[in-house]
């Protein structure tokens, strides 16, 4: 079983990321994709958060600078797309989102640009897309709904024709509470004739297009006939099992770029399936295991950092100031 680094370990893991961030400030190759990212979208946002990451790396946890290097090494070694990096992003931005002020446009945040873009940019030389499991380990408030329902209906419009997005969590009223937010973006796009609502499924109707969303329960065996593209599995941190996830990654065969993200808040459920696979998915940010097809992004404490200090608040969840308020956690940290 692999294990979190002890804290002498992660001290020098932290030390020897920092004097790798420093290296890239000279690497032409990762600016060059950062800033035609940026330019299909608007801005800098791109560039924005790795240059923060590099600049100011006491204000991230190891594990989120980790990811950066391995960014920069994938834009070397396989085809990056700004394109596609760019089209979900778009995609996302133009997506009407429910809120308590009705129906908004939401501009995604510098990190979140960089998760679509390892997710979504990355290509083998023969076509098919390079990420095929990820991780998004985040704080509450960070907006992980959003991003479930955008990459949900991302796959359904944009995917195969005949695609299939499965939200799938450790309990029916979790997944749902994400499949509602898919089916408010719907009816607020106002093309009912394009979407059809059956049960726990939105369907698409489009001409060349039959594609779908889907709520699941979390009940393995009555999940036969499944041919998924995409699987969103909302809270793995609380899964005692594995079991309906399994199936719907093991439907995904006929798939040329398949996709299953676990997008999670923390948890105290220590003995639970989540511990051994967040762990893994560390051991290949360390490079202690090779595995290019998984992206992961963790957000937690450094292993020393004050719980109390506003500081480790913030390395904690980069929205604060976005969709969180810092008063928040000051109230949450007093309870």
């Known amino acids: 079983m692999i294990q979190e680094l002890n804290q002498e370990e992660y001290a020098a893991a932290k030390v020897a990321i920092t004097a790798r961030l420093r290296a890239l400030r000279d690497d032409a190759a990762l600016w060059k994709a950062v800033d035609a990212t940026d330019a299909k979208i608007g801005g800098h946002r791109l560039r924005d958060y790795i240059e923060g990451c590099v600049e100011t790396p006491d204000a991230h946890n190891l594990y989120e600078l980790l990811a950066i290097p391995r960014f920069a090494r994938f834009v070397r070694k396989y085809v990056y797309l700004a394109e596609m990096s ?12 429910p809120s308590a002020k009705g129906r908004v446009y939401v501009s ?20 098919k897309r390079l990420t095929r499991e990820a ?27 005949d695609a299939e997005a499965y939200i799938t969590s450790n309990s029916l009223e979790q997944s749902r509470i994400c499949f ?12 009912k004739k394009q979407f059809r609502e059956v049960a726990e499924t939105i369907e698409v109707r489009l001409p060349g297009r039959e594609s779908k969303v889907r709520c699941l329960p979390d009940n393995p065996r009555l999940l036969d006939g499944l041919k998924a593209s995409l699987s969103v599995n909302d809270e793995s941190a609380q899964a005692v099992s594995f079991a309906t996830k399994n199936v719907i990654t093991t439907s995904m065969g006929p798939r040329e770029n398949p996709l299953s993200i676990d997008i999670t808040t923390a948890s105290d459920l220590v003995e639970g399936p989540f511990v051994d696979q967040l762990n ?10 090779e595995d290019d097809s998984v992206f992961a992004h963790v957000f937690q404490p450094d292993i020393n950092d004050d719980e109390s200090d506003a500081a480790t608040w913030r390395k904690v969840n980069p929205h604060i100031g976005v969709t969180v308020d810092v008063d928040f956690y000051a109230a949450e940290y007093k309870k």
Request: aromatic share 12%; glycine share 4%; charged share 20%.
């Open 86 to 97: 760019a089209r979900i992003v778009r995609f996302s931005e133009a997506l009407p989102q």
């Open 135 to 161: 991780l998004l380990f985040v704080p509450r408030k960070f907006g992980k709904t959003t991003t479930a329902a955008n990459m949900s209906l991302h796959d359904a419009l944009l995917g195969d024709a």
């Open 280 to 289: 893994h998915f560390k051991s290949i940010l360390r490079d202690e295991v």
């Open 108 to 127: 995604l945040s510098p990190v979140q640009i960089f998760q679509y873009s390892s997710i979504y940019g990355f290509y083998h030389r023969n076509g």
């Open 180 to 191: 509602s937010m898919v089916r408010k973006i719907v009816k607020n796009l106002n093309k």
